[in-house]
C-alpha cells in the first residue's frame, strides 16, 4: 500500500504565499506522475498543476506564471508554491500519485486533502 500525506496548507490573505507538500510512502518500486488538484464547494475536482517522470510539467490556465509544482526524488515529495494566491483559489487540495508497487502495476492514489483558503 502507498499513502500520500500533504501539508501545508492554511488561511492567507490575497497576494501572499503558501507551498503545499505531499509525500508519499509504503511500498512504492517507482513513481510515474504527481500532481495537485484542487476542489472548491459546489464545483468538481480540477488539475492545478502536475510532473511527469522525466521532468515534464502541465498547470492549469488559472495558475501558469504564479504556482510552480517541484519534486524531490530522493524523498518521494511533490510541492507546489502558490505564489500571488486568489480568492478563487480557495478549495481542498488534493495530492494525487501514479505508483508503481512491488507487484509492477501502476495504480493511482489520493491524500486527503488540505485547505488552502484565500481572503480578499
Known amino acids: 500500500q502507498v499513502q500520500l500525506v500533504e501539508s501545508g496548507g492554511g488561511l492567507v490573505q490575497a497576494g501572499g504565499s503558501l507551498r503545499l507538500s505531499c509525500a508519499a510512502s509504503?511500498?512504492?518500486?517507482?513513481?510515474?506522475?504527481m500532481g495537485w488538484y484542487r476542489q472548491a464547494p459546489g464545483n468538481q475536482r480540477e488539475l492545478v498543476a502536475v510532473?511527469?517522470?522525466?521532468?515534464?510539467?502541465n498547470y492549469a490556465d488559472s495558475v501558469k506564471g504564479r504556482f510552480t509544482i517541484s519534486r524531490d526524488n530522493a524523498k518521494n515529495t511533490v510541492y507546489l508554491q502558490m505564489n500571488s494566491l486568489k480568492a478563487e483559489d480557495t478549495g481542498l487540495y488534493y495530492c494525487n500519485a501514479v505508483v508503481v508497487g512491488v507487484q509492477l502495476r501502476a495504480r493511482n492514489y489520493w491524500g486527503q486533502g488540505t485547505q488552502v483558503t484565500v481572503s480578499s
Open positions: 509504503g511500498s512504492i518500486v517507482s513513481i510515474n506522475r
Open positions: 510532473l511527469i517522470s522525466g521532468g515534464s510539467t
